[in-house]
């Protein structure tokens, strides 16, 4: 089991920013295509951003295109989503997740829930 920890997360006006951090301790993240999901109670878990392994191609779900912002620092084994221009429906738990198919290229086809290993989430809420 890979592990990663997740953090970041708080209480935001709407139209605020928060960071998100996702450390892997253990293994060398960069070899892992890297997503964050998030969760609402009630609702399965949705792919929000991704960023492949060999060549750091990003995929991004519609509702954050131009508001997020995924990016890895391999010195310090973490994978960044910076969130802007933050509105309640972005309130959710926050997980990122390895991908475990180590040869998969399809970005998008990485920000489905399937075959990952899984932090522990952080809260994001959005509220005024």
């Known amino acids: 089991q890979l592990q990663l920890v997740e953090s970041g997360g708080g209480l935001v006006q709407p139209g605020g920013s928060l960071r998100l951090s996702c450390t892997a301790s253990?293994?060398?993240?960069?070899?892992?295509?890297i997503g964050w999901f998030r969760q609402v109670p009630g609702k399965p878990r949705e792919g929000v951003s991704c960023?492949?392994?060999?060549?750091?191609?990003?995929y991004y779900a519609d509702a954050v295109k131009g508001r997020f912002t995924i990016s890895r620092d391999n010195a310090k084994n973490t994978v960044y989503l910076q969130m802007n221009n933050l509105k309640p429906e972005d309130t959710a738990v926050y997980y990122c997740a390895a991908d475990l198919r180590r040869l998969i290229r399809n970005v998008q086809l990485m920000c489905q829930p399937a075959n990952k290993s899984w932090g522990q989430g952080t809260q994001v809420t959005v509220s005024s």
């Open positions: 960023i492949s392994n060999s060549d750091e191609r990003t």
């Open positions: 253990g293994f060398t993240l960069d070899t892992y295509g």
